[in-house]
């Protein structure tokens, strides 16, 4: 592949490159694809869980799926929780929120990329991730195909459209919005329903789970008990808002006060984790109502055990509104077509200001039952992966 000029920024715009140092000068090391070999990259932690059945599917048939994985938030933990330790291989981490950092951790980590694969000696049939940029960068330099999945359409989406092979979309986002952020209608495929339902439909709830995970942390688990389960905004997103910040404090404030509420905080990052634990200085009582996860857990469990769920995210949102669990929103970016879809359903309670507290009900969750899902999300991406091999 000629030696670009330019790379097109997380703002969209050009950036001349000099001398193309960002990449090594690796001339033809990727050699002949003669095995079947999938690239997943895993760069962020709620990644592990979308393609835990994607990898057991093709090792099961023997294909080799070669794994690397982002040190940032719980990606290596998730790993290590599902089995996968030995499996994968650590590439780079977090290089801090700005944007200039943002971009030199790109190209850092994209070039660290291209060297761990070379290193691996083999063909690759296809490079899939869930919006890895450096993955895709890496992948177009080493010329293997890249197929790239994501669902908010208001990220920064120009590696992705330009350089992928295909991107695959959820079919709520409708055309004109993937015109309006210049997705080549080629490149595009649609997919049935929500990513989370590749993995949601598997799970099956493990017996007595929040009994244990009160005993475990010495909480209160009397049956008049309500479990919060809060998940903060990633503040180290490039679409973040600040707004988020201030419901943040509120929703603190309004379940902290209520004493029959046990509220877990399940924060992105250590750095997160400490900036809860000050907020939380400054609310009575705190201490006793509240619980800082410091490490990862089973998601899904723990969703299902909860009485509700508020979070600054979108993927244990729609995990949670999958297992039937009431859900709030304090996510305050530009607001992506599913979550308007799921708003506009009732699966997805939205909560804008101060004002809006009064939409959340603190009240046991009596009935336990997911919603039924099929399998047809994991059916589609395993047969857009099957066109490469």
């Known amino acids: 592949m000629a030696c670009p000029r330019f790379l097109i920024t997380l703002s969209g715009r050009k950036t001349t490159l000099p001398n193309c140092q960002?990449?090594?000068r690796i001339g033809n090391l990727q050699l002949k694809n003669t095995n079947k070999t999938i690239w997943i990259d895993l760069d962020n932690s709620p990644h592990v869980p979308l393609f835990v059945p994607i990898i057991r599917q093709y090792r099961d048939q023997g294909v080799e799926v070669i794994l690397t994985a982002r040190d940032h938030s719980q990606t290596i933990e998730l790993l290590e929780l599902h089995g996968y330790g030995g499996t994968y291989s650590v590439i780079g981490s977090h290089y801090?929120?700005?944007k200039i950092n943002k971009i030199r951790g790109l190209l850092v980590r994209s070039k660290q990329l291209v060297k761990h694969i070379n290193k691996q000696r083999r063909g690759i049939s296809v490079a899939l991730s869930h919006g890895s940029r450096s993955m895709v960068l890496a992948a177009r330099w080493l010329k293997i195909p890249i197929v790239t999945?994501?669902?908010?359409?208001?990220?920064e989406?120009?590696?992705f459209n330009r350089f992928s092979d295909k991107v695959l979309v959820p079919d709520r986002i409708p055309d004109s919005v993937l015109d309006e952020i210049s997705l080549p209608a080629g490149k595009r495929v649609k997919y049935p329903g929500i990513k989370e339902e590749l993995y949601?439909?598997?799970?099956?709830?493990?017996?007595?789970?929040?009994?244990?995970?009160?005993e475990q942390r010495g909480l209160d688990g009397s049956d008049n008990k309500i479990l919060a389960v809060l998940r903060p905004p990633a503040t180290t997103a490039n679409y973040h808002s600040e707004k988020s910040e201030v419901l943040l404090d509120d929703i603190l404030h309004f379940l902290l006060g209520d004493a029959h509420v046990v509220t877990v905080v399940v924060p992105r990052t250590r750095e997160q984790a400490d900036d809860i634990r000050a907020r939380l200085t400054n609310i009575p009582d705190a201490t006793d109502r509240c619980v800082i996860l410091d490490e990862a857990v089973d998601g899904l469990d723990f969703a299902f055990a909860a009485d509700l769920l508020i979070s600054g995210g979108g993927t244990m949102n729609r995990e949670a509104a999958l297992l039937g669990v009431p859900v709030y929103s304090i996510f305050a970016g530009r607001q992506g077509a599913l979550d308007w879809?799921?708003?506009?359903?009732?699966?997805?309670?939205?909560i804008?200001?101060?004002r809006d507290l009064s939409k959340i009900r603190l009240e046991r969750r009596r009935t336990q039952h997911a919603n039924s899902l099929t399998d047809r999300v994991e059916r589609f991406v395993i047969d857009q992966i099957d066109r490469y091999l």
């Open 22 to 24: 960002f990449l090594p």
């Open 96 to 98: 801090g929120k700005s």
């Open 149 to 155: 999945m994501y669902d908010y359409e208001f990220t």
């Open 157 to 159: 989406t120009a590696i």
């Open 200 to 214: 949601v439909s598997k799970f099956r709830p493990t017996p007595d789970y929040r009994q244990r995970f009160f």
């Open 341 to 350: 879809q799921m708003e506009s359903e009732g699966l997805i309670k939205f």
């Open 352 to 354: 804008r200001d101060a």
